[in-house]
């Protein structure tokens, strides 16, 4: 059942960036956020009356509250920088570089989670992270572009704050309904991307964005809400080290959304190391 979960909020993981790159035009990436973010704080607020979680907020334990809260402040951190980079760069390149937060996040199931690591986890890993600097060293050779390596460190900074979302997340979710904790996570980063907006001032560009920003804006939100909602209900009944990778694999659909939809022309560098990506990613599955 993990694993439907992982690959569902891997589709939706994709849809997010299409939906996301194509909204942030011309957009202040941190308001872009910040306007998700309200999105799926909706999103999440309705599952929860729904199911009839609400009440029991009160009764979450301090720790897991904690984690929860340090889980939604990483987010907001992975946010800020993920969708700054799609800004600058194509979807189709930031991508492989921000989901080679899987291999972070191995790393630390197993130091900090005591998770077991096989050998296909560790050669899985192993691709990963090849078929990721496969993309970079091609992108650093083309100096002329009109790309900077600044959006590859934004990148590689979101993949780290990823990966210890999933870590932090899966220490806080313990004996609490997923659904819950994802509505917890997301008050948090509404608080840390306005917060942001304000300081800022970027709030008052608001009047300016087109419909267009606003729906997309809107349906990116939408996509993120189903694609937590499912991520964080896997690894609430599964193990990291095996969902994180299945969720990665939206690297994969993105690139061919990518092509399909923003018309994104991927280089010889970014279909090999996608490639490599997909069989560390399908590794380890085993």
Not at 2 to 22: C, H, Q, Y
Not at 34 to 58: E, G, Y
Not at 258 to 265: A, M, P, R, V
Request: hydrophobic letters at 60%; a positive charge.
């Amino acid at each position: 059942m993990s694993i439907i979960l992982a690959l569902l909020a891997a589709i939706f993981a994709a849809l997010t960036g299409i939906l996301a790159k194509v909204g942030i035009k011309n957009v202040n990436p941190n308001l872009a956020t910040a306007i998700r973010t309200i999105v799926v704080a909706i999103m999440a607020f309705l599952i929860v009356m729904v199911s009839n979680q609400l009440d029991t907020i009160f009764l979450i334990n301090m720790k897991s509250f904690l984690f929860i809260v340090l889980s939604g402040i990483t987010t907001g951190l992975s946010w800020l920088c993920y969708f700054k980079a799609i800004q600058i760069g194509d979807v189709s390149k930031v991508v492989p570089i921000d989901k080679s937060s899987v291999v972070i996040s191995i790393f630390l199931s197993f130091i900090i989670l005591g998770e077991p690591v096989t050998a296909m986890i560790a050669i899985g890993g192993t691709l990963i992270t090849i078929g990721t600097f496969v993309i970079i060293g091609k992108l650093k050779k083309n100096s002329g572009t009109s790309y900077s390596n600044s959006y590859i460190a934004l990148a590689f900074l979101s993949a780290v704050f990823a990966a210890f979302t999933a870590i932090l997340a899966k220490i806080g979710i313990k004996d609490v309904d997923s659904n819950l904790a994802t509505f917890i996570r997301t008050i948090v980063i509404i608080i840390f991307a306005w917060a942001i907006v304000f300081f800022q001032r970027t709030h008052t560009q608001m009047k300016t964005i087109s419909r267009k920003s606003y729906i997309f804006l809107i349906l990116s939100g939408v996509a993120t809400g189903l694609s937590w909602l499912f991520f964080f209900a896997a690894i609430s009944i599964g193990e990291v080290s095996i969902v994180a990778p299945i969720d990665k694999f939206s690297v994969v659909i993105t690139m061919i959304l990518s092509l399909i939809i923003l018309k994104e022309k991927p280089t010889k560098n970014t279909i090999f190391g996608c490639l490599i990506i997909t069989l560390g990613t399908v590794l380890l599955l085993f």
